[in-house]
Structure formats: structure tokens, C-alpha cells
């Protein structure tokens, strides 16, 4: 299913671009592991796309695995122009792109496909939130991805019900999370993806908000012996960007192909993960990990709690002069479409 997909996007995109006219060399960085199934799913997708579409003619520089510098750095160097295309995490880089932490809320969406789909029509080109945040920052969305919900791990602690979270240290991205963690009595403490294995051995953390297919990658699965399931504790927002001044030195057919096999990238991209996210969880409970589902009245009462994360996100960025409350009112808007 998953080549099929591919090669459906792959036929239909070479059907309909033009082929570019100029020879470019793109230097495309991000912090996943090698092998990371984002990376290798839509990152490098995307570029077999661009490749084959093009004759060869725009080639690829791919720097993984924090080869050019943080996660955190990533945004600043797209803008700078030592990268053309960055990876930009929305929460890591809070202070520049507040409102692109929407679509990391516990909204009413349960698959990586709706949400990207949703984030996808905001963010790029031309949407609400690329004329509130990305454009004023100078870059422009090229690939999205909003990973399924994220689950509470813990590395001891059984988890019996609600009160099982209180008073340990969890690890979040910032933003919505954050709220998330207080809510069932956490402490969020807010470290990138790629850093989070080390605080979880050395006891900085007593347990992570993560993805199912993030765990494997990440090695962290042997590191914890409980985790929810068939809850939302919010997700994460992936994105690719290239900085305007890089893409207005590109030529015309140059920026369809890029811009049209990123679109067909981002739709196959949130397929897989959908379909990996059921397959990977199995993987991490055949290590050792046991899931847990919440009683029932516990259930209800983060449902009711999740709920009101949106609302308390928009107020805070709201009181920063931030049009979080138009952004959010769009994002469930498309989430429902």
C-alpha cells in the first residue's frame, strides 16, 4: 500500500510539473536519527521526487542527525541561509513560531493524516497561519507532518490511573504540552527529541510525552516500563522550510517541482505513519512495555481536562498580542473538513 501510494503521488506529480531549466543543489538539514521513518518516508521521498521529476537536474546535500547544528538551530539556519531547506520542530523554536504549536493541541483529530491535512491547509503558501507566523519569519512550508497522539511513558512508575502522574518529571516540548503535563499533575521539563534518551537513563526525567514510531528510533523503549494508550496528550508539528530569499533565486519550474512534490510528500508522509503507528506500539509491547488504559472515570476526566488546553493556549498567546484565537478557530475549522 504504502509503494502504491508513492507511486501514485510520484506518477501524478510527473505528469503535471514542468521540467526545471537549471541545474540546483539543494542543502537540506534536520536532526532525526538515521533512518528516523519521518526522514526516510517524506524527507527523502521528497527529494527522490524532486530528483526524478527534474532529470537530475536539482541534486540534494542531506545533513541528518544534527549534522549542522541543533534542533533548535534549525529555523535560524534556514534563515541564514547555511541551510536552503531546514527541519523547523514548531515547539522548539516557541519564541519565533508560537502559533504553529496549533497543531500539536489535543484537538479533535486521532491519525497523523488529519491533522497534517488540517496544519497543511493553514501553513502553507498562502494559508492563515503562513500570513500570521512563517512568511513575517521570512520562510515558506514546503513539507508538514503533525505525528499522531502523543502517550505518557514512564520509566517506573505503574500507571493505575490519573494519580499515577502526579509529581514526575515529564518530559515535554513546550507550548500546549506543557499545559498538558500540569493538568494531570506533572512537571513538564521541556528537551528536544534528540536529547530526551540521555535525561531519561541519567534520571533528569521520570518520563516522556512521545509517539509510538518516535520510540523506536530514539532507542527509548528499553528505558520504560509503562505507557497510556487511547488518550491524547497532545502531538508535535513537523515542518520543512526553505527561506523566501533562497526560493525567489529559484527559477519558476524549479519552485512547481519543489513545491508540488512537497505536497505529494506530505500527504504520503502521514499515510505511513499512520499505518506504522499501530505496528511500532506492538513492537514496543512485545519489548517489555505494558499499556495501560486509564479507568474510565480517569479517562473521562483527561478528555474533559485535554479539552480545555486549546482555549488556555489561545488566551496566553492571545495576551502577547498573538492572533492565537483566529489560528485556532482555523485549525478546527480544517479539522473538520
Not at 522548539?92 to 491519525?111: I, Q, R
Amino acid at each position: 500500500m504504502i509503494k502504491k501510494t508513492m507511486g501514485a503521488a510520484l506518477a501524478a506529480l510527473m505528469a503535471t510539473a514542468a521540467v526545471p531549466a537549471m541545474a540546483e543543489t539543494i542543502r537540506v538539514g534536520d536532526s532525526f536519527p538515521v533512518g528516523h521513518y519521518i526522514a526516510e518516508n517524506m524527507t527523502k521521498v521528497w527529494m527522490d521526487m524532486v530528483s526524478k521529476q527534474s532529470n537530475g537536474g536539482v541534486t540534494f546535500e542531506y545533513f541528518p542527525a544534527e549534522q549542522m547544528g541543533k534542533a533548535k538551530d534549525m529555523l535560524q539556519l534556514t534563515q541564514s541561509g547555511v541551510l536552503d531547506v531546514g527541519y523547523v520542530g514548531a515547539s522548539y523554536v516557541a519564541d519565533k513560531l508560537p502559533l504553529s504549536s496549533v497543531g500539536e493541541l489535543p484537538e479533535a483529530f486521532t491519525t497523523s493524516c488529519a491533522g497534517t491535512k488540517a496544519f497543511w491547509q493553514i501553513a502553507k503558501p498562502g494559508g492563515v497561519l503562513d500570513k500570521a507566523e512563517f512568511a513575517p519569519n521570512g520562510v515558506r512550508v514546503l513539507m508538514v507532518m503533525v505525528l499522531p497522539p502523543y502517550q505518557i511513558f514512564t520509566k517506573s512508575q505503574e500507571i493505575t490511573g490519573i494519580d499515577s502522574f502526579k509529581g514526575l518529571k515529564l518530559r515535554s516540548t513546550g507550548g500546549s504540552k506543557e499545559i498538558a503535563v500540569r493538568l494531570v499533575g506533572g512537571v513538564p521539563v521541556s528537551i528536544p527529541a534528540p536529547e530526551a534518551r540521555e535525561a531519561l537513563s541519567r534520571g533528569t526525567l521520570d518520563g516522556i510525552l512521545f509517539p509510538h514510531s518516535s520510540m523506536i528510533p530514539y532507542e527509548m523503549h528499553p528505558l520504560v516500563k509503562y505507557a497510556t494508550q487511547n488518550t491524547n496528550f497532545g502531538s508535535f508539528v513537523v515542518t520543512y522550510t526553505i527561506s523566501q530569499s533562497r526560493w525567489d533565486k529559484l527559477a519558476p519550474d524549479v519552485q512547481k517541482v519543489l513545491a508540488e512534490a512537497g505536497e505529494a510528500a506530505t500527504m504520503h508522509g502521514c499515510e505511513v505513519a499512520d499505518q506504522l503507528d499501530g505496528k511500532d506500539k506492538q513492537t514496543i509491547a512485545d519489548s517489555g512495555v505494558k499499556f495501560v488504559d486509564l479507568p474510565p472515570a480517569d479517562a473521562q476526566k483527561v478528555a474533559e481536562m485535554m479539552a480545555t488546553v486549546g482555549d488556555q493556549w489561545a488566551n496566553a498567546l492571545e495576551g502577547r498580542g498573538k492572533p492565537a484565537k483566529e489560528i485556532l478557530a482555523a485549525f478546527r475549522a480544517a479539522v473538520k473538513n
